[in-house]
T-cell receptor, first 112, second 115 residues
Framework: DAKTTQPPSMDCAEGRAANLPCNHS???????VYWYRQIHSQGPQYIIH???NNETNEMASLIITEDRKSSTLILPHATLRDTAVYYC?????????????FGTGTRLQVTL | DSGVTQTPKHLITATGQRVTLRCSPR?????VYWYQQSLDQGLQFLIQ???????AKGNILERFSAQQFPDLHSELNLSSLELGDSALYFC??????????????FGEGSRLTVL
């Protein structure tokens, strides 16, 4: 699976959009981009995933660049409860085991 | 609530001992994954089972073993425990095995403290 690079930490004011970048310049054509978050020692929580097109669900939006070498997770109106470590993961779905390989993620701090 | 149940939530034991962590996956999920999270290592993949068979192995020590039973619950056995085994152990489940695009659902973890 391709390696990802994320900033170690970010701050965001409550009510503002949080934009979390991820670089995955070595991504292969069959690899998906996944985002998970972990709130203070709880189990990681799935947020969203995509292959090529931008995706949106009730939690967030995922913007993937046209060359697929980077992506941005957008939390449109961050709240204090969004304070967590956010993991960007690239994973192939080609018939091999579907484990996720977590990196160090971005620690997002949402403040008043 | 992810639907994945892990027991016990907390466990304190001594070096050299053996413990068993249990995981019940979400109803209908065939895959179970085990992860270890210690302060200095982040989330490390240990092993995956799919419908009772081992599907992938990560950085799992020889002192550790796991299995998935016919009812799909899984157990992670940790033996000859060392201080460095103190960590959060997470179980996750998913519908499919290899090749699936589905998400993984994580339990709340079992916190192991080795004294």
């Amino acid at each position: 699976d391709a390696k990802t690079t994320q900033p170690p930490s970010m701050d965001c004011a409550e009510g503002r959009a949080a934009n979390l970048p991820c670089n995955h310049s070595t991504i292969s054509g069959n690899e998906y981009v996944y985002w998970y978050r972990q709130i203070h020692s709880q189990g990681p929580q799935y947020i969203i995933h995509g292959l090529k097109n931008n995706e949106t669900n009730e939690m967030a939006s995922l913007i993937i660049t046209e060359d697929r070498k980077s992506s941005t997770l957008i939390l449109p109106h961050a709240t204090l409860r969004d304070t967590a470590v956010y993991y960007c993961i690239v994973r192939a779905n080609t018939g091999t085991a579907s484990k996720l390989t977590f990196g160090t993620g971005t620690r997002l701090q949402v403040t008043l | 609530d992810s639907g994945v149940t892990q027991t016990p939530k907390h466990l304190i034991t001594a070096t050299g001992q053996r413990v068993t962590l249990r995981c019940s996956p979400r109803s209908g999920d065939l895959s179970v994954y085990w992860y270890q999270q210690s302060l200095d290592q982040g989330l490390q993949f240990l092993i995956q089972y799919y419908n009772g068979e081992e599907r992938a192995k990560g950085n799992i020590l020889e002192r550790f073993s796991a299995q998935q039973f016919p009812d799909l619950h899984s157990e992670l056995n940790l033996s000859s425990l060392e201080l460095g085994d103190s960590a959060l152990y997470f179980c996750a489940s998913s519908v499919g095995g290899g090749g699936a695009t589905g998400e993984l659902f994580f339990g709340e973890g079992s916190r192991l403290t080795v004294l």
